[in-house]
């Protein structure tokens, strides 16, 4: 997850990632060259990389309502959009932006930076954090299921805010049901951003 403490290095082009080592879920899925190498680096090594080269940015002086709705990797960039909103809101020093991020993992271990959006929710009024897992523990009790779902249950309420902007990123079946859905409530093409980076 690069910047996973939302900095650049002072004084360098470096970016700290977070590496999660998860086993596939079943062994029909290879490990993946790129991943097993960072895996198997040693703690304090490094690498060199470029890009990503994607596009995938908040609209300039938007005070359009943000809803990013992301599930696994997907929170990468829908993270490091969440801070640059929010810092922005910080340095201007009035709440203009309403920022709405709807997260699904598979189980609570999955939950990345949980407590880190938790705690952005309770201090700005203008952020809301909704989590949804697909396979949680028994002792779960937020919402279960899929974040397309989560978002489906909600978007006759969301469609009716005015201006929102819609940010989507993570698995690309999720991806695909998401922006279809979002079509089907007649939300605007130019509304939608995605990532894809499969």
Known sequence: MANGDGQIEAGTNELKFTVK??????KSIYPGVGSSYICNLGLGQTIEA???????????????????IGAGSG?????????????????????I?????FYGARTENDLLYQDKFFELSGGNPNFHYYSVLSRPSKYWTETK????????????????????EFYVCGPPEMM??????????????????FDRFT
């Open 21 to 26: 080592i998860q086993n596939a879920p079943n």
């Open 50 to 68: 470029v890009g990503p080269f994607e596009h995938f940015h908040a609209k300039p002086s938007s005070e359009k309502t943000m809803i990013l």
């Open 75 to 95: 929170m990468a960039p829908l993270k490091s959009l969440i801070e640059e909103q929010l810092n922005m809101i910080r340095t201007r020093n009035k709440y």
């Open 97 to 101: 932006r309403k920022i709405y991020f």
């Open 145 to 164: 299921g899929y974040v397309q779902d989560l978002l489906a249950t909600n978007i006759s309420d969301i469609c009716k805010i005015d201006s929102v």
């Open 176 to 193: 695909k049901t998401t922006i279809e859905l979002l079509k089907e409530n007649n939300v605007d093409a130019s509304d939608i951003a």
